[in-house]
């Protein structure tokens, strides 16, 4: 009996401390990537910055500086860049 509440703990830990944060990271990535817009500024995972020129349903242009557009993948922008 001891052992099956032993279990039961170890997966609600596993619950609280994996799984749930993940989640609520997965639904705010996918707020942000509904939010978008052209002209936005963004960081991409790899850490390039730069202003939205042009956004598809997976693609975007990114002007990282004037005159010079990067494509990528719309999932790749981690966050929005407040001035």
């Known amino acids: 009996m001891l052992a099956l509440i032993w279990m039961i703990l170890m997966a609600c830990a596993f619950y609280a401390l994996l799984v749930r944060p993940q989640r609520r990271n997965v639904a705010a990535h996918r707020a942000l990537m509904a939010d978008l817009h052209e002209g936005d500024e963004v960081m ?6 730069g202003r ?13 500086s004037p005159g010079n557009f990067v494509p990528g993948g719309r999932s790749a922008i981690s966050r929005k860049v407040e001035n």
């Open 52 to 64: 939205i020129a042009r956004l598809d349903d997976e693609t975007i242009d990114l002007e990282v």
């Open 44 to 49: 991409t995972m790899g850490g390039i910055f």
